[in-house]
């Protein structure tokens, strides 16, 4: 039977290795969580600024960063792949035609059917 740790030794030989796709994995949640509630932009560019990190373009300045740049091919990997997945998710769900209940064309008509005074019958009287 294969536990955690066997599967972890045979994907990752070294302690580095581990903690560098840990950090990776961690770092494309938050990416993640960044563009599912809506913010593009800044989720896209922390994606960018984590990147650009692990391959060394900013230097490492703590052990954490070192570890990165140590073993950047598991922090990247894993970066993008969470990433990748949580944009892709976030906009398939979008796309589903019911959300909570309610679909997207009902929603628009239910608006279209109150007139422009805010009552029903669109006699204009209060």
């Known amino acids: 039977m294969a536990t955690v740790a066997n599967v972890l030794s045979s994907i990752f030989s070294t302690i580095p290795e581990l903690h560098s796709g840990q950090l990776g994995l961690l770092s494309g949640v938050l990416v993640g969580i960044l563009?599912?509630?809506?913010?593009?932009r800044s989720s896209l560019a922390a994606?960018?600024?984590?990147?650009?990190?692990?391959i060394g373009v900013v230097p490492a300045s703590t052990r954490g960063l070192a570890v990165v740049q140590s073993k950047p091919w598991y922090f990247c990997s894993l970066?993008?792949?969470?990433a990748l997945c949580a944009i892709i998710?976030?906009?398939l769900w979008m796309r589903l035609p019911l959300r909570h209940?309610?679909?997207r064309s009902s929603s628009v008509e239910s608006r279209s059917e109150v007139a422009p005074s805010g009552r029903a019958d669109g006699d204009g009287r209060r």
């Open 35 to 40: 563009y599912w509630h809506g913010h593009h």
């Open 101 to 103: 209940g309610v679909s």
């Open 47 to 54: 994606l960018s600024g984590f990147y650009l990190l692990a």
């Open 79 to 82: 970066l993008l792949a969470t």
């Open 89 to 91: 998710g976030r906009v």
